[in-house]
């Protein structure tokens, strides 16, 4: 399974990005599917996910309220939806998926997951 992530690019603080990853198969149906983040000389952090049975949705507390996620069935595709972009949110953003369902505590966790993918460049200028 190969997760494709799209989307990252070089925005003003205040300014909105939106970040696509599309699953090869269909792997995550009974799963969940998400994003982390790793600034520069820093340890990779959880982000988001969403459970793709029930579309429950997690955000760790430094995007909450700003950032969305989402899911396109059909598509086999979540997207996060950033907002109210800061300087501090300049990362590289990668995103994750889990076969199978896992309790809501395990999320944060990156070896929670077991596909990853190539990463895409996010940059907030201020």
């Known amino acids: 399974v190969q997760l494709q992530a799209s989307g990252g690019g070089l925005v003003q603080a205040g300014g909105s990005l939106r970040l696509s990853c599309a699953a090869s198969?269909?792997?995550?149906?009974?799963?969940?599917m998400g994003w982390f983040r790793q600034a520069p000389g820093k340890e990779r952090k959880f982000v988001a996910v969403?459970?793709?049975?029930?579309?429950?949705?997690y955000f760790s507390e430094s995007v909450k309220g700003r950032f969305t996620i989402s899911r396109d069935n059909a598509k086999n595709t979540i997207y996060l939806q950033m907002n109210s972009l800061k300087p501090e949110d300049t990362a590289v953003y990668y995103c994750?998926?889990?076969?199978?369902?896992?309790?809501?505590?395990?999320?944060?966790?990156?070896?929670?997951?077991?596909?990853w993918g190539q990463g895409t460049q996010v940059t907030v200028s201020s």
């Open positions: 994750v998926g889990r076969a199978r369902r896992t309790v809501l505590s395990a999320l944060r966790d990156t070896t929670t997951y077991d596909y």
């Open positions: 969403i459970s793709w049975g029930n579309g429950a949705t």
């Open positions: 198969e269909r792997t995550f149906s009974s799963g969940h």
